[in-house]
């Protein structure tokens, strides 16, 4: 998701934050931890059923968790936010009573939990779920109307939380490794589009029931609800693991526009699969699905609301004429499919391991498509939207996400590190291999930054230190007397020595700053001085 741009247009190895934290509660913890009534059991299966109420607002519905038990312990935790409600929960048949601790419900299990055992719960519930205000950055469900006064309705909830409208434990870093079942239940003259494939679909007078399977782990938030007077059609890609479905589904009086316009995602597939690597979840297929909203990057059920128009709802948020060569929400909540649903953060303090890299990808796929140059002239643009406000890294456990600019940063970040590999056959092959070591994983921040440091073989432990847990820009403060060059590193944190390339009379010269003075020789007298702008550092000339 690209919370970002709503803005736009309007102590880790020595490093400390002076940067003042909200004062944190205790709810902050029961969402943002891993509680010992969490911690003792993972899900494996969620079937989610629903009804969906469009002149209500309302919804009505039951979470069957299958889990296996780590430790023998009977408390459960499980999230859901008000004013919807638990009705009854049973275990075996039997009732299961609670307390509740504002959204956090803790369960007493009647059962003995043994350790090794599989087990299920089924939690039934009800209510009128917290409507969107500003979707996707404001969660919750959105009620609207096509032009023919149909229901438009669809669930965007991923930074307030699944729980906003159905019962889970809600952690980023729990996946059921086995996927969920998703049954919604629609008035007769509508369809819901979910995660996954379409298993069947059960009709009564009155209503349908749309029942959809993932069968990979699926995040969280990425468990989507879209409902409308769809019409569909797909196209078989010819991708790196064979055949993938590619479906599409718009309201029907934007049938035309869209299929045009969705010709950019076979595109995007092409180009993100040579990237970053197979897409990761081919036995899910891969959907396109209109929203009344931006659009969201929900695994494996990708929406869409961006008008039908390259940029961002008609805008290059680079300023460069790039941004304009492609639809953003095509390409950037696609992008998600590798990083935040293949790879997802354990927590979301370190959530621009999804924003950074699929902001990244936006420039990668007009690498592909229309070069280099291309590609660094927008990302370099997009340093325009960063403020510098807060450390990208956020507070962990207590569901406290960095900066915004966990995005355009995030993105300058990996193409500075792009520049010191200085080789793109070696820089494709880690991003590839990311999504191959870390494959349906959630991961830590300190996982992504160890593997790229070893598979690069550049020590980039103070380079991440710098950009991902301070706000410092570096400088490099320089000098200029005949041949002579004088240069140093300032604004770092401890240990910091990247290299740069410097232009020095329009040759490219690699220069090896420290905190220390450092004097380079040049054959000719020095004309002209700069920092290549592919680098992500400022640069002062102190004459």
């Given at each position: 998701?690209f919370?970002?741009?709503?803005?736009?247009?309007?102590?880790?190895?020595?490093v400390?934050s002076?940067?003042p934290?909200?004062?944190?509660?205790?709810?902050?913890?029961l969402?943002?931890?891993?509680t010992?009534?969490r911690?003792?059991?993972?899900?494996?299966?969620?079937?989610?059923?629903?009804k969906?109420?469009?002149?209500?607002?309302?919804?009505?519905g039951?979470?069957?968790?299958?889990?296996?038990?780590?430790?023998?312990k009977?408390?459960?935790?499980?999230?859901?936010?008000?004013?919807?409600?638990?009705d009854?929960?049973?275990?075996?048949?039997?009732?299961?009573?609670?307390?509740?601790?504002g959204?956090?419900?803790?369960?007493?299990l009647?059962?003995?939990?043994?350790?090794?055992?599989?087990?299920?719960?089924?939690?039934?519930?009800?209510?009128k779920?917290?409507?969107a205000?500003?979707?996707?950055?404001?969660?919750?469900?959105t009620?609207?109307?096509d032009?023919?006064?149909?229901?438009?309705?669809?669930?965007?909830?991923q930074?307030?939380?699944?729980?906003?409208?159905?019962?889970?434990?809600d952690?980023?870093?729990e996946?059921?490794?086995?996927?969920?079942?998703?049954?919604?239940?629609t008035p007769?003259?509508?369809?819901?589009?979910?995660?996954?494939?379409l298993?069947?679909?059960?009709?009564?007078?009155t209503t349908?029931?749309?029942?959809?399977q993932v069968?990979?782990?699926?995040?969280?938030y990425?468990?989507?609800?879209?409902?409308?007077?769809?019409v569909?059609?797909?196209?078989?890609?010819?991708?790196?693991?064979?055949?993938?479905?590619?479906?599409?589904?718009?309201?029907?009086?934007?049938?035309?526009?869209?299929k045009?316009?969705?010709?950019?995602?076979?595109?995007?597939?092409?180009?993100?699969?040579?990237?970053?690597?197979?897409?990761?979840?081919y036995?899910?297929?891969y959907?396109?699905?209109?929203?009344?909203?931006?659009?969201?990057?929900h695994?494996?059920?990708?929406?869409?609301?961006?008008?039908?128009e390259n940029g961002?709802?008609?805008?290059?948020?680079?300023?460069?004429?790039?941004?304009?060569?492609?639809?953003f929400?095509?390409?950037?909540?696609?992008?998600?499919?590798w990083?935040a649903?293949?790879?997802?953060?354990k927590?979301?303090a370190?959530?621009?391991?999804?924003?950074?890299?699929?902001?990244?990808?936006?420039?990668l796929?007009?690498?592909?498509?229309?070069?280099?140059?291309?590609?660094?002239?927008y990302v370099?643009?997009?340093?325009?939207?960063?403020?510098?406000?807060?450390?990208?890294?956020?507070?962990?456990?207590?569901?406290?996400?960095?900066?915004?600019?966990?995005?355009?940063?995030?993105?300058?970040?990996?193409h500075?590190?792009?520049?010191?590999?200085?080789?793109d056959?070696?820089?494709?092959?880690?991003?590839?291999?990311?999504?191959?070591?870390?494959?349906?994983?959630?991961v830590?921040?300190?996982?992504?930054?160890?593997?790229?440091?070893?598979?690069?073989?550049?020590d980039?432990?103070?380079?991440?230190?710098?950009?991902l847990?301070?706000?410092?820009?570096?400088?490099?403060?320089y000098?200029?007397?005949?041949?002579?060059?004088?240069?140093?590193?300032?604004?770092?944190?401890?240990?910091?020595?990247?290299?740069?390339?410097?232009?020095?009379?329009?040759?490219?010269?690699?220069?090896?700053?420290?905190?220390?003075?450092?004097?380079?020789?040049?054959?000719?007298?020095?004309?002209?001085?700069?920092?290549?702008?592919?680098?992500?550092?400022?640069s002062?000339?102190?004459k």
């Open positions: 998701m919370k970002k741009l709503l803005f736009i247009s309007i102590c880790f190895l020595g400390t002076v940067f934290q909200k004062k944190f509660t205790r709810a902050d913890t969402i943002g931890s891993i010992p009534e911690a003792w059991w993972d899900v494996t299966h969620y079937h989610l059923k629903v969906v109420n469009p002149s209500e607002k309302t919804i009505e039951s979470n069957t968790i299958s889990y296996k038990v780590l430790e023998p009977e408390v459960m935790q499980i999230d859901l936010q008000a004013p919807m409600k638990i009854k929960i049973l275990q075996d048949g039997k009732e299961i009573f609670y307390t509740s601790e959204n956090a419900h803790f369960l007493k009647q059962k003995k939990q043994k350790k090794g055992k599989e087990e299920k719960i089924t939690i039934y519930f009800s209510g779920p917290i409507e205000k500003r979707p996707p950055w404001d969660g919750g469900f009620w609207t109307k032009s023919n006064g149909k229901p438009f309705i669809a669930t965007s909830n930074g307030i939380g699944s729980s906003v409208w159905w019962p889970l434990k952690h980023p870093s996946e059921p490794d086995n996927g969920v079942t998703i049954s919604v239940t007769k003259d509508l369809m819901d589009i979910s995660n996954g494939r298993i069947k679909v059960i009709e009564t007078d349908k029931t749309w029942v959809w069968v990979n782990p699926i995040n969280a990425g468990v989507d609800i879209n409902i409308g007077d769809y569909h059609w797909g196209e078989k890609y010819k991708g790196e693991k064979g055949p993938l479905d590619m479906d599409y589904y718009v309201l029907r009086e934007n049938e035309a526009k869209a045009e316009q969705f010709k950019q995602a076979p595109m995007m597939m092409e180009a993100f699969e040579h990237w970053f690597g197979p897409y990761p979840f036995e899910d297929g959907k396109l699905v209109e929203a009344p909203y931006l659009g969201m990057e695994q494996s059920s990708v929406t869409y609301g961006n008008n039908f961002y709802l008609g805008r290059d948020l680079s300023g460069t004429g790039w941004g304009l060569k492609f639809d929400i095509i390409i950037h909540e696609s992008g998600h499919e990083f649903n293949n790879i997802t953060n927590d979301v370190d959530m621009w391991i999804h924003e950074g890299f699929t902001a990244y990808s936006e420039n796929y007009l690498d592909y498509f229309f070069g280099k140059i291309a590609s660094s002239e370099l643009g997009t340093r325009n939207n960063i403020s510098n406000d807060r450390p990208i890294i956020g507070v962990y456990n207590v569901d406290n996400s960095g900066s915004g600019d966990m995005y355009y940063k995030g993105a300058n970040i990996l500075t590190v792009r520049q010191l590999i200085e080789n056959e070696k820089w494709r092959s880690i991003l590839r291999g990311l999504n191959k070591q870390f494959y349906h994983q959630t830590t921040s300190r996982q992504i930054e160890e593997y790229i440091s070893k598979e690069s073989g550049i980039l432990t103070a380079f991440w230190n710098q950009y847990r301070t706000t410092k820009i570096p400088k490099v403060e000098s200029i007397k005949g041949n002579d060059l004088k240069f140093r590193y300032a604004n770092t944190v401890e240990n910091f020595d990247v290299p740069v390339i410097a232009i020095v009379n329009d040759k490219e010269e690699w220069i090896f700053p420290t905190s220390e003075w450092k004097t380079k020789t040049f054959a000719q007298p020095i004309e002209t001085f700069q920092i290549k702008k592919d680098f992500y550092v400022n002062e000339n102190l």
